[in-house]
């Protein structure tokens, strides 16, 4: 698969990444390379990464604790203590080996050491590939509260090898999915029709599904790299998506849902005050809660929790002059931005995908 320019990023792909990568390190006179990564990624991941590596340069490895929940600006400091403390200074490369918390929080603490050190991101989950891999968000929670703190800033480069999806479970694999099935809503039937039937996709329809999913992403963040505009259209079913991962995130009672299992929620949601609001047709939006369910099942959530979700949504980034700001569909394909919805749709919404 070709590589992809964004910004001032470039995008490798499988037998692409490693070739890419060391001519990077031949070019540059980096003084130490720092490895961030997880449990996970240090198992799963690293060993296989620095067999690939041809470089004579200090090599150290920094191990966080994998999940949302370790997405924290403690987590950052505990980071950057480290790096002082192994003397990197401002000619280090830092790699994030992981999924969008590794390479969330490491590009958040690359940009931010000495003001901005170098970076590469070798995203390793589903959802980082087609996801974090583009557009240069870093940063932490606050709190429960999603991506309340961080910065825009590119890495060098983007190493995407489709190997390590062997290393994810179902769950992880359906987490990532749900970002493809919304660029497939927001862009076109063309994209959105390739996941129709979900059960007979195999490994090389993956392959060039995430390739075109990040193409998709990239000619986005190309024309509105700050989000003044047309990027919003990303933050499609994210609105409640995000509000819905906070509330489980912070409720001890319920089971931490992942990113894209509440991002799923959200899009079936957006949908319904979609068809309320901007004329989405009624068919498409139920066609779209009955694929949705019957490959991610049904979240469980009770009449009485929906005020306290609702009011996370006043924490959502698009917001502005206290306006909640939500992405709607007048078609497939055919994305609104900035509008704001009535409390008593959004409820409405909620007992849509209830019933």
């Avoid at 979700?309 to 959502?316: A, G, S």
Wanted: charged content about 20%; glycine content about 8%.
């Amino acid at each position: 698969m070709d590589s992809i320019t964004a910004n001032d990023s470039v995008i490798h792909f499988n037998d692409n990444c490693y070739p890419s990568l060391n001519k990077h390190l031949k070019e540059n006179n980096f003084s130490k390379i720092f490895i961030l990564v997880d449990e996970n990624t240090h198992q799963h991941c690293l060993p296989f990464f620095l067999e690939k590596l041809e470089t004579h340069v200090a090599i150290e490895i920094i191990e966080i604790e994998s999940g949302e929940i370790n997405k924290t600006i403690d987590t950052c400091v505990g980071v950057w203590n480290t790096l002082s403390e192994l003397d990197a200074d401002r000619k280090s490369l830092m790699i994030n080996i992981g999924g969008g918390v590794i390479t969330d929080l490491g590009g958040f603490v690359a940009c931010t050491f000495k003001r901005g050190i170098a970076y590469i991101n070798v995203p390793t989950t589903l959802l980082s590939m087609v996801d974090a891999s583009v557009g240069g968000k870093t940063g932490v929670d606050l709190g429960h509260l999603k991506n309340q703190i961080g910065v825009i800033s590119n890495p060098n480069l983007v190493l995407i090898d489709t190997q390590f999806l062997d290393t994810l479970d179902t769950n992880q694999m359906r987490s990532g999915l749900a970002e493809m099935l919304k660029h497939g809503l927001i862009t076109g039937e063309g994209y959105w029709n390739k996941f129709q039937n979900l059960s007979k996709l195999n490994l090389d329809d993956l392959d060039e599904l995430i390739h075109e999913s990040v193409i998709i992403k990239r000619n986005v963040v190309e024309e509105d790299p700050f989000e003044n505009g047309l990027r919003k259209t990303l933050n499609f079913g994210h609105t409640l998506g995000h509000a819905i991962e906070s509330y489980f995130l912070s409720n001890e009672n319920k089971t931490t849902l992942l990113h894209g299992e509440a991002i799923i929620v959200g899009m079936i949601l957006a949908c319904y005050i979609s068809t309320e609001l901007t004329g989405f047709p009624e068919q498409t939006t139920k066609d779209i809660k009955k694929l949705f369910m019957s490959y991610y099942g049904k979240v469980t959530i009770d009449k009485s929790e929906y005020a306290t979700i609702i009011n996370l949504l006043k924490y959502d980034k698009k917001n502005n002059h206290g306006n909640i700001n939500f992405v709607l569909l007048e078609s497939i394909g055919n994305p609104e931005i900035d509008c704001i919805v009535d409390e008593k749709i959004i409820i409405d919404a909620f007992d849509f995908y209830n019933n």
